[in-house]
C-alpha cells in the first residue's frame, strides 16, 4: 500500500513539471513536438549576500537530517523576504530554465518560432505550467507578496525527482487569506553546488481541497515531511 502511494506520489510531482505548452497537432493532424526543456546552470548574479549552505543528504523517511535543518535555518531569510515584499531576493538567486519552441506547431507558446524562453518555472498543483521571464515573474510574485501571505510551513520530500530539475525538493510554503486566488504557493528550493537557489513558484491553492493539503502536514503525494513554521 505505502509503495503503491509513493509511486503515485512521484507520479504527481513529475506531472507538475511537464511544461508541454504546446500540445496540439497540426491541421492535418500531425502532432506537434513536445518543446524541449533544460535547466540553465546559469544562476543569476545576486546583489545579496550567499544563501546558506546546504549540505548534501536527502531527508530520509520518518524525519528530517541536517539538510532540513540548514534550510530551516535559510527560511528565516526566505521570511523576511515575504514580510518585505523584496522580490529582488528570489529572481536574485534562481536557477533559470530554458523552454525551446522549435518550429511553427508551437505557435501557442506565445511567442515567434523558433524561440528560447528563459526563466522561472511557474507552476500549478497537479497541471502543466509555464517559464516566466524575469520580468513577467517579478510581477506575478510581486502581486502575490501584495497581499501579505506568510510563512506557513516547511516540507521536502525524500526522493529525487530527476527531469529537468533533478535532486530533492524543498518547500517553503506561504498562505494568504487575502489573496483572491491561488492563496497558497509552495516556493520551490534546491541544493546547487551548497546554496539554497529558488527554482518553482508552484500555486498550491486553486481549491479548498488542496490548500488543506498542504497546509495540513497530510499530503502524502505534496512531501514526504512537512513541519509548521514557527509562529504560524
Known amino acids: 500500500m505505502l509503495s503503491s502511494r509513493l509511486s503515485a506520489a512521484a507520479a504527481a510531482i513529475a506531472a507538475i513539471l511537464l511544461f508541454s505548452a504546446c500540445q496540439d497537432g497540426d491541421e492535418n493532424g500531425a502532432p506537434a513536438t513536445s518543446p524541449t526543456v533544460t535547466v540553465s546552470q546559469r544562476v543569476s ?27 530551516r535555518e535559510f527560511a528565516s531569510r526566505v521570511q523576511a523576504a ?27 507558446c506565445g511567442f515567434p518560432y523558433p524561440t528560447t524562453i528563459e526563466g522561472i518555472r511557474v507552476g500549478v498543483w497537479q497541471s502543466e505550467g509555464t517559464v516566466q521571464a524575469p520580468d513577467e515573474f517579478e ?12 510563512l506557513h510551513s516547511l516540507a521536502a520530500l525524500n526522493r529525487d525527482i530527476g527531469g529537468a530539475i533533478g535532486g530533492t525538493p524543498y518547500y517553503a510554503i506561504l498562505n494568504s487569506p487575502a489573496a483572491p486566488s491561488g492563496t497558497t504557493i509552495a516556493l520551490g528550493f534546491t541544493n546547487d553546488g551548497g546554496a539554497w537557489r529558488f527554482y518553482l513558484y508552484l500555486n498550491a ?8 493539503e498542504w497546509l495540513s502536514g497530510t499530503c502524502a503525494e505534496c512531501y514526504d515531511y512537512w513541519e509548521p513554521w514557527e509562529g504560524s
Open 139 to 150: 510581477g506575478t510574485l510581486s502581486n502575490y507578496l501584495a497581499t501579505n501571505p506568510r
Open 45 to 71: 548574479p545576486s546583489t545579496s549576500p550567499p544563501l546558506s549552505p546546504a549540505p548534501s543528504e536527502s531527508i530520509p523517511p520518518g524525519g528530517p537530517d541536517a539538510a532540513f535543518d540548514s534550510f
Open 82 to 108: 515575504v514580510q518585505s515584499q523584496d522580490t529582488n531576493f528570489f529572481i536574485d538567486n534562481a536557477v533559470f530554465t530554458s523552454l525551446d519552441c522549435p518550429n511553427e506547431l508551437q505557435g501557442d
Open 205 to 212: 491553492g486553486t481549491t479548498e481541497t488542496s490548500t488543506n
